[in-house]
């Protein structure tokens, strides 16, 4: 990789770094490249990246940015998830590393707070965004619910009593 080369890389990881939302640093221990392939795909539906880079120029893309507390976990093979939810790439991460011992998480930060391994593990137990936006919805839509229903239950009532007085005349 010559000099303009890896400008471009450094300037590519830090456009990531300064995009994303929370970072996980992962250490691989062997994977395979189909293991290697799974896991992007998962982190490309759960809109997240992962990407392998060399320490030294994932260190110098961090430079001024929220990320900087995470150089010294880079060190030895390690790779980088990123996403701009807080949450879809720790949880994506965790939940593959659970069925794969030959991907460790090391670390991580959310904004400028910096995470070990136990603390991705935490995040990752949250809901995602999409799915604190479906729970606010649910309770929005609740109450709105039950308005309609209280709304329109007099008026069913009178309508079953009107119905009971013409089946009783009727017969």
Do not use: C
């Not at 879809?88 to 991580?108: I, P, Q, Y």
Request: proline fraction near 3%; hydrophobic fraction near 50%.
């Amino acid at each position: 990789m010559d000099r303009s080369q890896k400008a471009v890389a450094v300037a590519e990881l830090n456009a990531t770094f300064n995009e994303a939302g929370v970072v996980v640093i992962t250490r691989n221990l062997g994977m395979t490249v189909a293991q290697s392939t799974a896991l992007r795909v998962k982190m490309r539906e759960a809109n997240a990246s992962f990407k392998v880079s060399k320490n030294s120029l994932a260190k110098l893309a961090i430079a001024n940015t929220d990320y900087a507390g995470i150089g010294d976990m880079l060190t030895g093979p390690v790779a980088l998830g990123t996403s701009v939810d807080p949450v879809a790439a720790a949880k994506t991460v965790v939940e593959f590393a659970k069925t794969n011992d030959k991907l460790e998480v090391v670390g991580g930060a959310l904004g400028t707070m910096v995470l070990n391994a136990d603390g991705i593990k935490a995040l990752a137990s949250m809901p995602s965004l999409d799915e604190l936006r479906a729970k606010l919805v649910g309770l929005v839509q609740a109450p709105a619910t039950k308005i309609a229903q209280l709304a329109t239950a007099p008026a069913a009532k009178l309508a079953r009593v009107f119905g009971a007085y013409a089946a009783k005349e009727a017969a």
